[in-house]
């Protein structure tokens, strides 16, 4: 496949395009990095089912879309480097971190993003830059306006208030300093290599470095910047890790930050959809969290659910779940 060639249409302020640049860098897949732009959209549209990126274009013509499902199938495509761990339980656990990242992480990165005017600009102006970089300054001033105008209210999305607001932005840092801690003396989050969770945790945390407000909050954690600023184009430097290893400063993240927020949330929007209600309130480390629905958030746990129940041997699994207060909620099966 080394003459193959393939074409990621992204956008340097989405988290889940940078996501997949990172992991084609990695595993050097020959690709052309193309930002989405105004010239272009109608070639992206061609190919693409949503109107999201990142698109993968394939050389047969083919097109990918979603960056779990595209990252899964350029492993069977090209084993080599897998971000994959052979020990079942550890590499569920990689996937459990990229989805906590997915839907979890987001809501600090675009809470931050969209909360204040600071934030608000820096963001509009770049992607108004990347997306028509040949306009004249006006031109992307209107459109950075636009954007402004368009995202602001989206804030609702990831549940992001004036409610919601103290517990987002503590989440950050909790998870910073688990991570800083975590990442004190590795590479990456299993060892040596990046897995899944790398890429899931890495590009939520980069979009934050493009945001004043975030930016300053991670240049504190000096462990974290330099994981960020290497998953940019990640190289393996050795092989996953033990259990044994791990477990001191992982486990903590999975109670605090899986078990603690994530999954509790994910139940209560899966309940929520099942009853087809269109909002709901769970009870977070004593606040409560208000937001709509989520039929996308929904879908992807129950992936997650499945992926679990077809581990074969669940006996260390279960028992690191269940120290982080993660099992429950992944053994529930309807509500």
């Known amino acids: ?26 595993k050097g897949i020959p690709h052309e990095w193309r930002p989405r732009t105004q010239d272009n959209l ?32 350029m492993e069977k495509r090209y084993p080599d480097a897998s971000i994959s761990l052979e020990e079942e339980a550890l590499n569920f656990l990689s996937f459990l971190l990229e989805e906590y990242a997915d839907e979890w992480g987001n809501k600090p990165m675009f809470h931050y993003r969209w909360w204040r005017d600071i934030d608000q600009i820096a963001v509009a102006k770049g992607i108004a830059s990347g997306v028509m970089p040949n306009a004249s300054r006006e031109e992307k001033e209107q459109y950075a306006a636009n954007v402004r105008k368009r995202m602001v209210p989206r ?43 790398d890429f899931g945790l890495f590009c939520q ?23 960020i600023d290497q998953m940019l184009e990640p190289e393996a430097e050795g092989k996953f890790e033990e259990w044994d290893c791990l477990k001191e400063t992982l486990t903590p993240f999975l109670q605090k930050q899986v078990g603690g927020l994530y999954l509790p949330w994910a139940v209560a929007n899966a309940k929520a959809l099942f009853s087809e209600e269109q909002r709901f309130t769970v009870t977070l480390k004593g606040r409560d969290f208000t937001q709509d629905t989520i039929k996308y958030t929904g879908r992807s746990f129950h992936i997650l659910k499945n992926r679990f129940s077809k581990v074969e041997d669940r006996a260390q699994l279960e028992e690191i779940l269940l120290s982080s207060g993660c099992l429950e909620p992944l053994l529930k099966e309807s509500w």
């Not at 496949?1 to 990695?26: L, N």
């Not at 998870?175 to 990442?183: M, P, R, S, T």
């Open 1 to 26: 496949m080394a003459d193959e060639k393939y074409i990621i249409y992204g956008s340097e302020y989405s988290p889940f395009s940078i996501k997949v640049r990172s992991y084609f860098r990695y």
């Open 42 to 73: 109608e070639h992206f549209k061609a190919h693409a089912k949503l109107p999201l990126v990142p698109l993968v274009l394939c050389p047969d013509g083919s097109a990918l879309q979603d960056s779990t499902p595209i990252m899964e199938e």
């Open 155 to 197: 804030l609702s999305f990831v549940g992001s208030s004036e409610q919601t607001k103290e517990g987002i932005e503590a989440s950050l840092d909790e998870a910073l300093e688990l991570l800083e801690d975590h990442l004190s003396n590795r590479s990456f989050i299993f060892g040596g290599r990046p897995s899944f969770a």
């Open 205 to 227: 945390l980069y979009g934050c470095t493009q945001q004043p407000t975030t930016q300053v909050i991670i240049e504190a954690y000096s462990n974290v910047a330099s994981w």
